[in-house]
C-alpha cells in the first residue's frame, strides 16, 4: 500500500479550480497519484477506491457539498464524490493510501 499526504491546501486548489464536478474528482485523484510519482494520464483504471483519513475525507466531503450547492441546480449535493470518491478509515490525519498493484495502466506506444 502507497500512502501519501493530501492537505487542505491542496485540496483548496483543486476545487478552486473545478469549472465541472469532473474537475475536482479528477483532481484529487491525479494530485494523489502525483504525490506518489504516477502520472493521471498513464492510468487506464484505478480498479480500487483510494482510502482517505477521516479527518481530509470529511473536509473533502464538505468541500465537494458546497462547489456542488454554488454550481449546480438539481443535483444531490456531493453526489458525484459519493459515487467516484474516496473511502473513509482510521488512519493518519491528512493520509490518502492506495494499491499500486491495482492500478492498471495505459499501453505504452
Known amino acids: 500500500m502507497?500512502?501519501?499526504k493530501l492537505t487542505k491546501d491542496e485540496v483548496n486548489?483543486?476545487?478552486?479550480?473545478a469549472k465541472k464536478q469532473g474537475d475536482y474528482v479528477t483532481g484529487l485523484h491525479a494530485k494523489t497519484?502525483?504525490?506518489?510519482?504516477i502520472e493521471w494520464e498513464?492510468?487506464?483504471?484505478?480498479?480500487?477506491?483510494?482510502v482517505a483519513a477521516k479527518d481530509?475525507?470529511?473536509?473533502?466531503?464538505?468541500?465537494?457539498?458546497?462547489?456542488?450547492?454554488?454550481h449546480l441546480?438539481?443535483?444531490l449535493a456531493g453526489g458525484a464524490?459519493?459515487?467516484y470518491g474516496f473511502?473513509?478509515?482510521?488512519?493518519?490525519?491528512?493520509?490518502?493510501?492506495?494499491?499500486?498493484?491495482k492500478i492498471e495502466f495505459n499501453a505504452r506506444e
Open 2 to 4: 502507497t500512502t501519501v
Open 13 to 17: 486548489e483543486i476545487f478552486d479550480s
Open 33 to 37: 497519484l502525483a504525490k506518489a510519482g
Open 42 to 50: 498513464s492510468v487506464a483504471s484505478l480498479n480500487q477506491y483510494v
Open 56 to 70: 481530509i475525507s470529511r473536509y473533502i466531503w464538505e468541500k465537494a457539498m458546497a462547489w456542488d450547492k454554488a
Open 73 to 75: 441546480d438539481n443535483v
Open 81 to 83: 464524490w459519493m459515487n
Open 87 to 101: 473511502s473513509e478509515e482510521d488512519i493518519e490525519e491528512e493520509c490518502v493510501r492506495f494499491d499500486e498493484t
